[in-house]
């Protein structure tokens, strides 16, 4: 079975910095865009960062950009999110989510410049929770 788990979560000042991971397990995601959205109870969920399956392309949505970096190892299938300057409203679960390249219709999810977003992602998974309180 295919499956996503990401780890790094937890309680952390404003100002400070954490590193999330997401691991795929049961297949290779080397011809996946991977892309980190985050949930709070009550609002809409929301892209934060994507990397394209290459690791070329990357964004971010304005609220994070500069503060997050986004990388992948694809020998260990893992893809990071690494977090700094951490501020109260970045609170919520982090969840990562992935979708594959279709090279024939020249689509490769994150090759673009528009912000992270949900295009029908195939596999997701289910999210480690981010807290920033002093």
């Known amino acids: 079975q295919l499956q996503l788990v990401e780890s790094g979560g937890g309680l952390v000042q404003p100002g400070g910095s954490l590193r999330l991971s997401c691991a795929a397990s049961?297949?290779?995601?080397?011809?996946?865009?991977i892309g980190w959205f985050r949930q709070v109870p009550g609002k809409e969920r929301e892209g934060v960062s994507c990397?394209?399956?290459?690791?070329?392309?990357?964004n971010h949505a304005d609220s994070v950009k500069v503060r997050f970096t986004i990388s992948r190892d694809n020998a260990k299938n893992t893809v990071y999110l690494e977090m700094r300057h951490l501020k109260p409203e970045d609170t919520g679960i982090y969840f990562c989510?992935?979708?594959?390249?279709?090279?024939?219709?020249?689509?490769?999810?994150?090759?673009?410049?528009?912000?992270?977003?949900?295009?029908?992602?195939?596999?997701w998974g289910n999210g480690t929770l981010v807290t920033v309180s002093s």
């Open positions: 990397i394209s399956s290459s690791g070329v392309s990357t």
């Open positions: 989510a992935a979708k594959a390249d279709s090279p024939l219709a020249s689509y490769y999810y994150c090759s673009g410049y528009y912000p992270p977003y949900d295009d029908g992602m195939d596999y």
């Open positions: 049961g297949f290779s995601w080397d011809h996946y865009g």
